[in-house]
C-alpha cells in the first residue's frame, strides 16, 4: 500500500478564502483523523471517523472548519473562510480496528502546510 | 488521563546509543507505553509500544519497570538520520475512541551530530 496520501502538501491562500484538504486512508483502516500541527499547541486531534462516519468532533476550533468523508477512501477537510491562525499543518492518519491490530498503530501522511495570509 | 514529561532536547553523537526516558506517575492499568517518531516535513511514525518489562524490535528498545511510573527508549547506535523527534504517549492506544486521550506534547528533539 502507498499508506496515507495527503494534496495539497503546501497550500498558501488569503485570508477568507476556502481552503479543502484531501485525504486517502489506507485501504481496509476503519479509522480516518485529522490533526493539526502548530508549535505553539502541538499535534492536535481535530475530528476522528469510523466507517466513514464522524464519531468526535469536539477538536474542531470553530465553525470555519468541516470535514467529510463520503467514502472508506477520501476524506476532505475544508476551511471557509480561512484565517492566518489557521496557519499550520494538517496532518491525516488512519488505523485499523482494534481486532486486527495489535497497537493501534496510527499511519500518518506525510501532511498539508497550510500558509493563510 | 496520564501526563507525560520527557526533555525537550537531547544531544547525540553518531554510533552513541541514546536512551529518551519519560516519566508518567499516574499510568493507569489498561495504559500502554507508545513511542512515535517525526522527521522534519514528515507525519509521526510509530516506533515502539509496551506495557511492562522489556521489548525489542529492529529499530528500538523500550525499558519499563516494573512500578510503570517511567519508560526509556533506547535508540542503539544512532545516525544522523535518527535526527527527530521522539513522543511518548500514554494511554489504551488500542480503543480508537481513546485516540484523542494520546497527548503527542512537545516531544523530545534529538540532534546526531557526526
Known amino acids: 500500500d502507498a499508506g496515507v496520501i495527503q494534496s495539497p502538501r503546501h497550500e498558501v491562500t488569503e485570508m477568507g478564502q476556502e481552503v479543502t484538504l484531501r485525504c486517502k486512508p489506507i485501504s481496509g483502516h476503519d479509522y480516518l483523523f485529522w490533526y493539526r500541527q502548530t508549535m505553539m499547541r502541538g499535534l492536535e486531534l481535530l475530528i476522528y471517523f469510523n466507517n466513514n462516519v464522524p464519531i468526535d468532533d469536539s477538536g474542531m476550533p470553530e465553525d470555519r472548519f468541516s470535514a467529510k468523508m463520503p467514502n472508506a477512501s477520501f476524506s476532505t477537510l475544508k476551511i471557509q473562510p480561512s484565517e492566518p491562525r489557521d496557519s499550520a499543518v494538517y496532518f491525516c492518519?488512519?488505523?485499523?480496528?482494534?481486532?486486527?491490530?495489535?497497537?493501534?498503530?496510527?499511519?500518518f501522511g506525510e501532511g498539508s502546510r497550510l500558509t493563510v495570509l | 488521563l496520564a501526563k507525560t514529561t520527557q526533555p525537550i532536547s537531547m544531544d547525540s553523537y553518531e554510533g552513541q546509543e541514546v536512551n529518551i526516558t519519560c516519566s508518567h506517575n499516574n499510568i493507569a492499568t489498561n495504559d500502554y507505553i507508545t513511542w512515535y517518531q517525526q522527521f522534519p516535513s514528515q507525519g509521526p511514525r510509530f516506533i515502539i509500544q509496551g506495557y511492562k518489562t522489556k521489548v525489542t524490535n529492529e529499530v528500538a528498545s523500550l525499558f519499563i519497570p516494573a512500578d510503570r511510573k517511567s519508560s526509556t527508549l533506547s535508540l542503539p547506535r544512532v545516525s544522523l538520520s535518527d535526527t527527530a523527534v521522539y513522543y511518548c504517549?500514554?494511554?489504551?492506544?488500542?480503543?480508537?475512541?481513546?485516540?484523542?486521550?494520546?497527548?503527542f506534547g512537545q516531544g523530545t528533539t534529538l540532534q546526531v551530530k557526526p
Open positions: 492518519a488512519s488505523r485499523a480496528e482494534s481486532y486486527r491490530t495489535n497497537t493501534g498503530e496510527l499511519f
Open positions: 504517549l500514554v494511554g489504551d492506544a488500542l480503543a480508537p475512541s481513546n485516540t484523542g486521550k494520546l497527548i
